[in-house]
């Protein structure tokens, strides 16, 4: 089967400037996630999808970070404006979404964003 | 305080050494996995169990739910094993399909 399918794999912006990320899952997988990992540092959820609908966002910047899945498949993740601590990889990732919690979470290979 | 603690947060061995990475979390939870990064690489899921012990080649994980502990081990290890290893867990919850990370173990195995 294709993995999760994510672009662009490296972005270098100035900082205020504006940038999207762009993420198709698994077919079939209900639950998507976008992920903001820092270097050195574990993945941190910005934003869970349950089809087209958001689960959790609790901790994504809505002043500035933005996102949709509006057909309940392909997503994007949109920040504007940029800041230079927005510096990081974007991590999609996608699984079932089986409410039994035992779920394989199956990761795109990412997004490098540098903002300058 | 985060979750899921990982040790060491940094390891080097010699190739063909006997690797252990570890990861106690502080939740109630369905699953744990251990999943593994290269350098500019995405994730890999390596292992999702809630029970006992799971072996894949060289690579064996093994879960003590009353302890609330996880072990990676590495057999034989090689250069290519090189890379950071996140213990993550689903937590029991509502909500499911949860995940929270460990920061990560990064190995280097010199050849």
């Known amino acids: 089967e294709a993995g999760v399918a994510q672009s662009p794999r490296y972005k270098i912006i100035e900082k205020r400037q504006s940038v999207a990320f762009w993420c198709n899952p698994i077919?079939?997988?209900?639950?998507l996630y976008w992920y903001q990992q820092i270097l050195g540092q574990g993945p941190k959820l910005l934003i869970q999808f349950q089809n087209n609908g958001v689960v959790d966002d609790s901790q994504l910047p809505k002043d500035r970070f933005s996102a949709e899945r509006l057909k309940g498949v392909d997503s994007t993740l949109k920040i504007q404006p940029a800041k230079l601590e927005d510096s990081a990889v974007y991590l999609c990732?996608?699984?079932?979404?089986?409410?039994?919690?035992?779920?394989?979470?199956?990761f795109g290979a990412g997004s490098r964003l540098t903002v300058l | 305080k985060n979750e899921v603690e990982q040790s060491p947060q940094n390891l080097t061995a010699q190739e063909g050494e006997f690797i252990t990475i570890n990861c106690s979390y502080s939740v109630g939870i369905s699953a744990l996995h251990w999943l593994q990064q290269h350098p500019g690489g995405g994730i890999v899921s390596l292992f999702m169990?809630?029970?006992g012990k799971k072996k894949h080649g060289r690579l064996i994980a093994t879960i003590n739910i009353q302890e609330k502990h996880s072990s990676l081990h590495i057999t034989a290890s090689h250069p290519r094993d090189s890379a950071v290893y996140i213990c993550a867990v689903n937590p029991l919850s509502n909500t499911g399909n949860q995940f929270y990370f460990g920061t990560g173990t990064s190995l280097t195995v010199i050849p």
């Open positions: 990732a996608s699984s079932l979404g089986l409410h039994s919690g035992a779920n394989v979470l199956t």
């Open positions: 169990l809630s029970s």
């Open positions: 077919s079939g997988h209900a639950t």
